[in-house]
DNA sequence: CTATTAAATTAGACCGATCTAAAACAGGTA
DNA sequence: TACCTGTTTTAGATCGGTCTAATTTAATAG
């Protein structure tokens, strides 16, 4: 019942919401879906009138349960989608974000429970986001940026990179930081440039807007990533 | 670039055509897609304008070249679709019509090429419908409709099965006349009831609407019709 | 407390796709 | 020929989603 435009919105104030937390403001969002603050506006009114959010004008947006909700459904094809792409058609992890945004608004939850059985339940996505269950009891969580997480001198393991711009994320992967690879910060500059130095010893300059993308835990796992073991820790 | 909707159009003009043949009349979209016929009227004349199809009013309505590429192009998606979900995800060859009616409009170039890969190029989707390779030289044919094809007393081989309607594909799985049986027209009444008897030896009568929806080649095959080797012949 | 500025909202328009109701047309019948 | 009857088109409205331009509000600096 709720279109595209709809859950696209609610995916976008979701995100935002569980990066810097409610409210979400009008620019924000707009940011996010590329839409001028006039149509954010618009569109807020309707989505609270729905009952999808709460609003307070000039405030910014919260999601109520219900968009919370229906915000994690959209969140949980998303995921599925990019692990079905990427295990079985063989997709590189860096082409499957434009596929899923397509599809997620299309799939049934028929599709969507067949395909999580195919791949016998995957707990993340080729990034290393979580995939919400069935049930949307979803930890969702799993890692903090970089320069939240690790002062200089100290390691963490790659939790997950997001897949929001294709550039970073390609980036990311010549670099070979990727789920699962441990990191050191070597160095952090007043300007926001984080220097790390990979597995393999090579470090790597991480300009603000990369850094800010690569989310880790403190510390070295064990444990190799080359799933999703890392679903509802931190 | 085009739209759901206008995709939606082309299909259903596209099959009309196939079936009856051009011109297409107003109200055969606005019944095959359930549309008032004004808004048939007015969906046709911006589709014109495009160069999709050429118009005479009050006349009908015709493909052009143009139009008919793009009308495969969407055919094409939808077959592959079907025949991933049933080959891949286990749907019933009754299951997988609405799921890809959803999915052809979303689905990119890549997905469709690495699909049709992955199942090795099939022939035809679970109903026995060609699949239009990728460069749509598509023969688009296989078989005609029983009581056109056959007298009483005659065999022939199941080419396909209509998939339009729910309820006449889970009568005629129910009765076993898949592509690849052989049935024998025992009888055709005045009012279009037609009596089969199929392989195994048992008779059905099948009302007009659902004989209609039945398509056939006269004699039998000695191949049987798993996958999709019924391309391109008749 | 006022003035400036950045962000958000309102006002008004547009486009695509749909509908209902009314008018125009084409074909067959008397 | 003139009239029905069914089909098609036109006219005009609505809805969702978007935009630009103008206005209002909140926050901040003086």
Chains 1, 2 share one sequence.
Do not use: C, N, W
């Amino acid at each position: 019942m709720p279109t595209d435009a709809v859950e696209d919105y609610l995916k976008a104030i979701h995100r935002v919401e569980s990066r810097s937390g409610p409210p979400v403001s009008t620019s924000q969002i707009a940011e996010a879906l590329d839409k001028t603050p006039a149509t954010v506006t618009s569109m807020v009114e309707s989505l609270a009138e729905r009952g999808l959010l709460s609003r307070e004008k000039y405030e910014g947006v919260e999601l109520t349960p219900a968009g919370e909700v229906a915000a994690l459904e959209v969140v949980r094809r998303h995921r599925l989608i990019e692990a079905f792409l990427a295990e079985q058609l063989d997709y590189e992890p860096t082409e499957v974000h434009d596929e899923a945004d397509a599809l997620e608004h299309h799939v049934s939850e028929e599709f969507t429970r067949r395909v999580e059985r195919l791949l016998d339940y995957p707990a993340a996505d080729p990034h290393g986001d979580p995939i919400p269950p069935a049930d949307l009891s979803a930890p969702e969580d799993a890692g903090t940026t970089l320069v939240a997480a690790l002062e200089p001198g100290e390691r963490g393991t790659v939790a997950r990179v997001s897949d929001r711009d294709a550039d970073v994320l390609e980036f990311l992967v010549d670099a070979e930081i990727t789920p699962g690879t441990t990191v050191e910060v070597v160095d952090i500059t007043s300007f926001g440039l984080v220097t790390v130095r990979t597995d393999d010893g090579t470090e790597h300059g991480l300009p603000e807007a990369v850094a800010d993308r690569v989310y880790v835990r403190r510390g070295t796992d064990s444990a190799a990533a080359t799933d999703g073991q890392e679903a509802g820790d931190a």
